[in-house]
């Protein structure tokens, strides 16, 4: 049983330019949950994804946005990349019927540096 | 907005000795979730606490809910070297909020 898988592990962008994150939930799993961990923080809640759409949102710019597709996978796409962008985004997945009571499952994450 | 705040922001122990990590909730919690998270790692789910003045064991660790639901702890007996990464609380909701984490640290 497959667990999260996100792609790429690692990857480095310019200011300004643009990057697609992608994650594969866990199998069984409908609901997408975005993270960004700066280094020595907590994970940020980004923005959540059921049935393709945006369910919540976190205080995140709207230079972040996403997608979910009919398989339950997702991207997260970041434009105009800034050097605070910088950080491990994690990809979490869960089920719409735990509601708020459900664990998370996080995949290893991609680390994305901004120069 | 709610608001996760942890104590301390890092503490390093001697094999075999115990530690202890606060969460405080600036709201009530419908209930409290906590993970662990290795170097280099990601978020790993280590349990959930629902009920006031709940407490729950997992061998050497034992999570406890406060009674006003505000607030929480995880206290490890006799620490090891495995027990070494950061652990997280979080709140409820579809949206977790994360607390700024604690660092253990063990030395052998």
């Known amino acids: 049983d497959a667990g999260v898988t996100q792609s790429p592990t690692h990857l480095i962008k310019t200011r300004g330019q643009q990057v697609t994150l992608r994650c594969s939930p866990k199998s069984g799993h409908d609901t997408v949950s975005w993270y960004q961990q700066a280094l020595g923080q907590g994970p940020q809640f980004i923005f959540q994804?059921?049935?393709?759409?945006?369910?919540q949102r976190g205080n995140f710019p709207d230079r972040f946005s996403g997608h979910q597709f009919p398989n339950y996978s997702s991207e997260l796409n970041v434009n105009a990349l800034l050097l605070g962008d910088s950080a491990l985004y994690l990809c979490?997945?869960?089920?719409?019927?735990?509601?708020?009571?459900?664990?998370?499952?996080f995949g290893e994450g991609s680390r994305l540096t901004v120069l | 907005g709610q608001q996760v705040m942890q104590i301390p922001q890092y503490q390093h122990v001697q094999e075999g000795e115990d530690f202890t990590t606060y969460c405080n909730s600036s709201t009530t919690l419908s209930n409290i979730q906590w993970y662990k998270q290795r170097p280099g790692g990601h978020p790993v789910f280590l349990i959930q606490?629902?009920?006031?003045?709940e407490v729950k064991k997992q061998k050497r660790l034992t999570f406890q809910f406060g009674e006003a639901k505000k607030n929480s702890s995880l206290h490890i007996t006799a620490t090891q070297t495995t027990d070494v990464g950061t652990y997280f609380c979080?709140?409820?909701?579809?949206?977790?909020?994360f607390g700024a984490g604690t660092i253990l640290r063990v030395k052998s």
């Open positions: 994804y059921y049935e393709e759409e945006e369910r």
């Open positions: 606490l629902v009920k006031s003045g």
């Open positions: 979080a709140g409820p909701g579809n949206k977790l909020v």
């Open positions: 979490a997945s869960s089920l719409a019927w735990s509601g708020n009571t459900g664990e998370l499952f």
